[in-house]
């Protein structure tokens, strides 16, 4: 759990709610719209605890009152989180919103109803909460988290204070993993590589031994491309597809394997790679390709990868891109 100050990067969505708060101007309603993982959700438990605190310094909550301590163990009677029950938030779960939004505060002068993945409501539910938004009442605040705005109600967009959460930098990431865990560099490249600007996912995928794992063994399967038969292809590409779910983060390894071949073949400056504990094969493997072949490869990869987010057989996309790269078509 984290206090405002303890948050990375998004230091101009804090000042605006820190001066809310300030100044007591906490809106009915805040959209906050970001990418997954970036910290969304760690802002809005942070402003709960900070409007919670009893005895909050400098605009950010103590950390340690017994308020601050319920919203750190979830039990704090004013904070109400709502997540999809399955794929979705559902009418239900809103009428219940309805029902507990009527009754005054428990502790203190407001309640805050924090609802995760609002893209996922039903309309119903989602209309259920339009009415909820509509009636002014100073004893409730609303905070909607979601990562897709286009699949709200405008009229619900509307009636909200949106704030935009931006992917991490690399800089911010790197401060965020090493505050939290102790990985090593290559856990850091690997991290910064797949994690798409979010600290949740970076964390993620730093504690996830299985899936440095998985990283090593793409990353050898690559590597071998160049001397593969017909057959061990086909059951490769056979292979990957079978786990669609590890699919992307594989293709994703093959692409930043080639992305560092090429690399270092042009600048031959170890510190810009992301794969450095195999240097040896990358020093090999930019013997054997050209610069051109390299990036014609990288662009088939990402053309792959874009197929993949449409509807097309898994299986055959990935068949066809491992033969490409290996029979070299583009030299
Ligand atoms: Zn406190």
Known sequence: MKLFREIIGHQENIHLLQNAISQNQVAHAYLFLGPKGVGKKTTALAFARTLFCSCPTGGDACGYCRFCRQVNERNHPDLHQISPTGSSIKIDQVREIQKKATIKPYQGQRAIFL????ETMTSEAANCLLKLLEEPNQEVSFILLSTQPYALLPTVVSRCQILSFRALSTAEITRGLKQTLNPEEKE?????ALAGGSLGQALKITQDKQLQNIRDETLIMAYNLKKSTLNEICRQAEELAAFREMLAVRLDVILLWYRDVLLWQLTGNQELLLNQDHLPLITEEALFYSSDRLLNIISEIEQTQ?????????????EVLLLNIQQGRYT
């Open 115 to 118: 609802l995760e993945q609002v």
């Open 306 to 318: 874009r197929y993949l987010n449409t509807n097309v057989n898994a299986r055959l996309a990935v």
């Open 188 to 192: 850091i490249h690997l991290a910064l």
